[in-house]
């Protein structure tokens, strides 16, 4: 969603009333007993949405007491002086080593995955960024080895994405017999 959007709508009809909100990438209606949130994350299809719903409830004889109106505001935009690739490449790594920072990966081999795709691409002059994402791809590499050894479904699980070790080389290897 490139833009911030909200809109509040409160709906009465005799002693029933009902919200209708836009915003954070939802569309919801409130209702006394609850309420039912439609997640979009696209503007125009929200604000569809929206007047979708509004037009509903005002054919069942509801009658609109407040309104906001659409606000929109800008999302973030790209620092100055800063390409437009790099930008997005800085906002989805600090989004990467946040959630490693949280322990927000489900597994071990999605953290890899998104550290090497994001190294893979680095833009030149962002050395400490990419320091950091190979201290976690190093440490997830680890954490994921050290499971392997343990648990072999783990070991399957994690063909392709360790580093071939001698350790890991002599086990898939059987000696050589001299005819």
């Given at each position: 969603m490139a833009t911030k959007q909200t809109r509040k709508l409160q709906l009465r009809k005799g002693r029933k009333s009902l919200v209708l909100e836009l915003g954070q990438g939802h569309v919801w209606?409130?209702?006394?007993?609850g309420s039912?949130?439609?997640?979009?994350?696209?503007?125009?299809e929200e604000v569809a949405l929206f007047e979708k719903l509004l037009r509903s409830w005002r054919t069942q004889g509801y009658?609109?007491?407040?309104?906001?109106?659409?606000?929109?505001?800008?999302?973030?935009?790209?620092?100055?002086?800063m390409d437009g690739r790099t930008s997005?490449?800085?906002?989805?790594?600090?989004?990467?080593?946040?959630?490693?920072r949280d322990d927000d990966y489900d597994n071990h081999k999605d953290a890899i995955l998104d550290a090497r795709s994001m190294l893979k691409g680095?833009?030149?002059?962002?050395?400490?960024?990419?320091?950091?994402?190979?201290?976690?791809?190093?440490r997830a590499t680890k954490e994921l080895a050290?499971?392997?050894?343990?648990?072999?479904?783990?070991?399957?699980?994690?063909?392709?994405?360790?580093?071939?070790?001698?350790?890991?080389?002599?086990?898939?290897?059987?000696?050589k017999s001299k005819a």
């Open positions: 209606e409130i209702f006394d007993s039912t949130g439609y997640p979009l994350y696209d503007a125009k009658a609109v007491i407040t309104d906001t109106g659409l606000v929109t505001k800008a999302g973030p935009k790209k620092p100055k002086g997005i490449w800085v906002k989805d790594t600090d989004q990467i080593l946040q959630m490693w680095a833009p030149k002059d962002q050395s400490a960024r990419v320091s950091k994402l190979e201290k976690m791809l190093a050290e499971l392997a050894l343990e648990d072999p479904a783990i070991a399957e699980y994690a063909k392709g994405l360790l580093p071939k070790t001698p350790a890991r080389r002599a086990a898939g290897k059987r000696p």
